[in-house]
């Protein structure tokens, strides 16, 4: 028994300076992850919106925040003085964003164009940062779902929900140079349940957009997309978008003009039909409204 003890005296000598030293080493490791997650300093504002124009950015709404967007097009400059040049003739897009943490944003909007409902999520995968962990993109993934409810006379499509149902992903990446520019590129799939006989079901694309900021307040805005579709003659174009946003406290108030009519990516990306040479020319505001549900210690994802 005394033969026992003394090695057990032994062995917590030898095991209790052991043991202290692996959990300073756990303790210096952890603080370390700490002091390095403090230093390193996250990118903010890549854009001042959660649309460049007509495209996702990699902006999110903050957690237990609410966006209230209103998107307005007016009809087509070409359409000459019968229709004030379009100012008679507009279709509207009403939504709602709710950041349900500060890397997840879910979304629902309706618009008077061919009457769509539509319904999106996002998710903030990566953030741009530089200090102790440098990461020199933000990446973002979107994915969103639409329902076609105008009534166009097709007895097939309109026995059927889900021929009138869409889908859209992406993947955003986007990289801040400066306080002046943001630039952005996302890869797009754009899925149709339903399409006619000239057309695939897929359709793949590549979003190019970016941000120069000439003021406090105001940035230049553009974005592009580029159609990789095998069916080139079926009446639709390459959506182009130039614009400019002003912030105003609570308010991000976007001005801008386009060659595509419908505000979601099943529309603007797949089926636009202006043409710039032409005048096809949509003159449009967004008008975006915050909301805050939370405390001091909400923060930007």
Do not use: C
């Not at 539509?118 to 779902?145: E, H």
């Not at 130039?242 to 595509?260: P, R």
Request: glycine share 8%; net charge positive; aromatic share 12%.
């Amino acid at each position: 028994m005394k033969q026992f003890n003394i090695i057990s005296i032994i062995g917590l000598w030898i095991l209790v300076p052991l043991t202290i030293h692996a959990q300073g080493d756990l303790l210096s490791e952890l603080e370390e992850d700490a002091a390095a997650e403090a230093v390193s300093d996250i990118t903010m504002a890549t854009f001042k919106s959660t649309r460049i124009i007509n495209t996702q950015s990699v902006e999110l709404i903050p957690a237990s925040h609410l966006d209230f967007r209103i998107s307005h097009r007016f009809g087509q400059i070409n359409s000459g003085a019968y229709n004030f040049w379009g100012l008679d003739q507009a279709t509207i897009r009403l939504g709602l964003e709710y950041g349900l943490w500060d890397r997840i944003n879910i979304g629902v909007g309706r618009s008077s164009f061919q009457k769509v409902y539509d319904g999106y999520f996002k998710l903030k995968i990566l953030r741009q940062q530089t200090g102790a962990r440098t990461i020199p993109v933000s990446l973002v993934w979107f994915s969103n779902m639409s329902l076609t409810t105008l009534k166009t006379g097709n007895q097939y499509i309109e026995d059927h929900f889900y021929t009138r149902l869409a889908y859209a992903h992406q993947l955003l990446i986007a990289r801040k140079f400066s306080q002046g520019l943001s630039l952005q590129v996302a890869p797009v799939l754009v899925h149709y349940n339903y399409v006619s006989a000239d057309r695939e079901n897929n359709l793949y694309a590549v979003a190019f957009g970016g941000r120069a900021k000439v003021s406090k307040r105001i940035s230049v805005n553009l974005d592009y997309i580029y159609r990789i579709d095998p069916i080139r003659d079926n009446g639709y174009y390459n959506s182009l978008s130039v614009g400019i946003d002003i912030e105003t406290g609570g308010h991000v108030f976007q001005l801008h003009a386009t060659n595509s009519q419908g505000m979601i990516e099943e529309y603007f990306v797949g089926q636009t039909t202006g043409r710039w040479q032409d005048g096809d020319i949509y003159i449009g505001f967004n008008i975006s409204r915050l909301f805050s549900f939370a405390g001091k210690r909400t923060r930007r994802g």
